[in-house]
């Protein structure tokens, strides 16, 4: 059945309707040792699994990546890689190829949301996995090693090599600084770019960007009685918050706004010194994003100055500071890119579709430079991500999301 679907996925996307791009390697669809490593993905699925759970009982906060990394190192070096370790902590295994094709890497990201104190361990009930982190990524880190493992029991050849990557900081706070990184001090040219996150058989072939700030209103604060009379860092937060909150946004593309965090004040009868908030801003499109960045600003801007008129017998002004704290650029490559028709033919090959979507990964990096990269989602059914109560179902087909990304990485690579 995988061979059936294999010709007929690639007769399709090999013909004249994708005239723009390269054709795709028509000899994977006999390769025996291609069958074979698939085969050895969904009769090893218990192994894969464990893996996952195993990895996902490290804790890796953000910038505290060290132990998982670690771990990861060692079982890439017990599958018979070669592993070094970045200056920032990205962990690479690469499998060489034997000359003339494309550099292929297949990621996945170490970290969680979870600060350091949490309870990670994970409580199985059936092919049911709860814990945080188990879909987020650990299920990423353990595609790789499957994909990885299966290759090497096959007997896989390909002519471009290929780099297994476990890196650091894609979460918020991490801003994406493991794969920005690697693109900035690559091991070798990179073709192809191939981020494992999430669950599920969904494929992400555009970038939702987002500019994250943090904005802090500070004045000289004092009591609420004695002292009145003098702007608030509080009220001109609040005269912040609600101008962003009547922002107008497209639908299509989907652009949002939101304020996530505030903070400040001391006690109920201080004029406090500082009111400050997190906002995150995204968009699929880099022209609205910027559209509603500069009116994110002018709300800033409107309330500063706002709240300083209110009090004009005031000798104290309120000021404010407004400090970035990521960018993920946004982008929307053309879906005629081999990448993601290799890996829609791929998806049918066994046996399901993946329209593809937009989303927010270590591929919008890679996407920004020019450079084809997807995400892959990893496979089963995942709920509640970055909540603590995260779980994971492997159901009855979780090994597909590994199939998946063996068949891609090896598609790419040039199977021999």
Not at 212 to 222: A, I, N
Not at 314 to 327: A, F, I, Y
């Given at each position: ?193 191939i981020s494992v996150d999430g669950t599920g058989l969904g494929l992400t072939d555009a970038a939702v960007g987002s500019n ?11 009591h609420s009685y004695g002292a009145f009379g003098m702007p608030s860092p509080i009220h001109a937060l609040g005269r912040a ?119 927010s990964t270590d591929a919008n990096w890679p996407m920004s430079l020019g450079i084809q990269a997807i995400t892959l989602d ?39």
């Open positions: 059945m995988i061979r059936l679907h294999l010709a007929l996925a690639l007769a399709v996307v090999t013909g004249p309707a994708f005239a723009q791009g390269a054709p795709l390697p028509a000899d994977v669809t006999t390769n025996a040792a291609i069958r074979a490593a698939l085969e050895h993905i969904r009769s090893d699925n218990a192994w894969t699994v464990d893996q996952q759970v195993s990895i996902c009982e490290i804790p890796a906060p953000p910038f505290k990546e060290e132990r998982r990394a670690a771990e990861m190192k060692r079982r890439f070096e017990a599958l018979g890689l070669r592993v070094t370790v970045d200056s920032i902590g990205n962990v690479i295994a690469e499998r060489p190829g034997s000359g003339g094709g494309p550099v292929v890497v297949l990621a996945a990201h170490l970290d969680t949301v979870f600060p350091e104190e949490t309870d990670v361990r994970v409580r199985r009930q059936g092919t049911l996995l709860s814990g945080p982190g188990i879909g987020d990524d650990c299920r990423g880190l353990a595609v790789l090693l499957a994909v990885a493992k299966a290759m090497n029991a096959a007997s896989v050849r390909t002519q471009g090599t290929i780099f297994f990557v476990a890196n650091v900081g894609e979460e918020g706070p991490g801003n994406l600084r493991g794969v920005k990184h690697l693109f900035a001090k690559p091991p070798a040219r990179i073709d192809y770019f994250r700030y943090r904005v802090s209103f500070r004045g000289p604060g004092g918050i609600a101008k962003i909150s009547e922002i107008q946004v497209p639908r299509t593309p989907k652009t949002t706004f939101n304020v996530g965090i505030i903070e400040g004040g001391t006690s109920v009868n201080t004029i406090s010194p500082l009111g400050a908030m997190e906002v995150d801003l995204r968009s699929e499109s880099p022209e609205e994003l910027a559209k509603v960045d500069a009116q994110f600003r002018r709300a800033v801007d409107a309330a500063l100055a706002e709240e300083n008129a209110r009090w004009p017998s005031s000798r104290v002004k309120v000021t404010v500071d407004v400090e970035s704290m990521g960018v993920r650029p946004a982008a929307a490559p053309p879906d005629t890119q081999r990448i993601i028709r290799t890996a829609k033919a791929a998806a049918r090959a066994l046996g399901f579709d993946a329209p593809g979507g937009a989303s990893g496979g089963g059914e995942g709920r509640g991500a970055h909540s603590v109560t995260e779980s994971y179902d492997d159901g009855d087909k979780g090994w597909l999301g590994p199939q998946w990304s063996l068949l891609v990485v090896s598609m790419l690579a040039g199977v021999r």
